[in-house]
């Protein structure tokens, strides 16, 4: 009986490898996929979905000011470990730690 996957020729760069080192595992051949027009796709749709209303400034004006009220009104124990993630570069320095701005 012949086996169902024959093996391919060998390549002008010699023999071509197989899969995990078996012999009769079938050759590796290239694959590749261009992604580009999907990327293309996908960046209008999320530029379509924000709307032409959307400020990226005011949306990063945002963030700041929502993570200035996450680090607010710290108890002791949470700013003694505010300040060591910040001492160890893990967060960043954000207002002086105590209140809201």
């Known amino acids: 009986?012949?086996?169902?996957?024959?093996?391919?020729?060998?390549?002008?760069?010699?023999?071509?490898?197989?899969?995990?080192?078996?012999?009769?595992?079938?050759?590796?051949?290239?694959?590749t996929?261009?992604?580009?027009?999907q990327e293309v796709l996908r960046q209008a749709q999320v530029l379509s979905a924000l709307g032409s209303d959307w400020d990226p400034m005011e949306a990063l004006r945002g963030e700041?000011?929502?993570?200035?009220?996450?680090?607010?009104?710290?108890?002791d124990e949470q700013q003694r470990v505010y300040d060591d993630l910040v001492a160890s570069g893990v967060l960043p320095r954000r207002g002086d730690g105590s209140?809201?701005?």
Do not use: H, K, W
């Not at 086996?3 to 009769?24: C, F, I, V």
């Not at 996929?33 to 027009?37: E, G, N, P, V």
């Not at 700041?64 to 108890?75: I, M, T, V």
């Open 1 to 31: 009986m012949a086996p169902q996957n024959p093996p391919l020729p060998d390549g002008p760069g010699g023999p071509r490898p197989t899969s995990a080192g078996r012999p009769d595992a079938p050759a590796l051949v290239d694959f």
């Open 33 to 37: 996929i261009d992604l580009t027009a």
């Open 64 to 75: 700041e000011a929502a993570y200035a009220l996450l680090y607010s009104g710290l108890d």
């Open 99 to 101: 209140a809201a701005a």
